[in-house]
T-cell receptor
Framework: DAGITQSPRHKVTETGTPVTLRCHQT?????MYWYRQDPGHGLRLIHY???????DKGEVSDGYSVSRSKTEDFLLTLESATSSQTSVYFC????????????FGQGTRLTVV | SQKIEQNSEALNIQEGKTATLTCNYT??????LQWYRQDPGRGPVFLLL?????KEKRKERLKVTFDTTLKQSLFHITASQPADSATYLC?????????FGQGTELSVKP
């Protein structure tokens, strides 16, 4: 299995609080992605990174920010969590972006109450 | 607007038959297209990647086609088995982004 770990695996938080999810890889892949998955919507891209300190928005970036200060870590922050951000979040890594296969983490189930 | 569309309805087939899943896209010009499998409660797992000049690619019982004129990819599972039951997602790239369709749920009955 590719070395990619998400933490935490489960989290319950209150509306209005900030939340940070972590994605850690040991593969030295250049690209890292954050997705959310909701019933009826499939996987939707939130943000992605193509190198240290190089990030860009995806399809559903409002209310989320990211940071990548090291190759191995990609952090997703919900600045002020809302109930609409209750979802399963997946991190993925890829050596050459869309030109090579992506490896996914186990997912983080986030509930905002 | 840009869209990736997969069969929204679940596909139910009998064991031993060939399953065919469709991925259509609009307003993209991908050079590569990928297919993934996802089981409940797990992250997607890569299956196959096809380049625009390959037209067809095979791996064991899996076959993928890629028609850039029709803007469509077909994913076939031959001699299907109950263990093939899962959700299958297509994905394409644009400028570093990897964008997924909503997936098609396949159920193979014994």
């Amino acid at each position: 299995d590719a070395g990619i770990t998400q933490s935490p695996r489960h989290k319950v938080t209150e509306t209005g609080t900030p939340v940070t999810l972590r994605c850690h890889q040991t593969e030295n892949h250049r690209y890292m992605y954050w997705y959310r998955q909701d019933p009826g919507h499939g996987l939707r891209l939130i943000h992605y990174s193509y190198g240290v300190k190089d990030t860009d928005k995806g399809e559903v970036s409002d209310g989320y920010s990211v940071s990548r200060s090291k190759t191995e870590d990609f952090l997703l922050t919900l600045e002020s969590a809302t109930s609409s951000q209750t979802s399963v979040y997946f991190c993925a890594i890829s050596d050459q972006g869309e030109y090579t296969e992506a490896f996914f983490g186990q997912g983080t189930r986030l509930t905002v109450v | 607007s840009q869209k990736i569309e997969q069969n929204s309805e679940a596909l139910n087939i009998q064991e031993g038959k060939t399953a065919t899943l469709t991925c259509n896209y609009t307003n993209y010009s991908p050079a590569y297209l990928q297919w993934y499998r996802q089981d409940p409660g797990r992250g997607p797992v890569f299956l196959l990647l096809i380049r625009e000049n390959e037209k067809e690619k095979r791996k064991e019982r899996l076959k993928v086609t890629f028609d850039t004129t029709l803007k469509q990819s077909l994913f076939h599972i031959t001699a299907s088995q109950p263990a093939d039951s899962a959700t299958y997602l297509c994905a394409l790239g644009q400028g570093g982004k990897l964008i997924f369709g909503q997936g098609t749920e396949l159920s193979v009955k014994p």
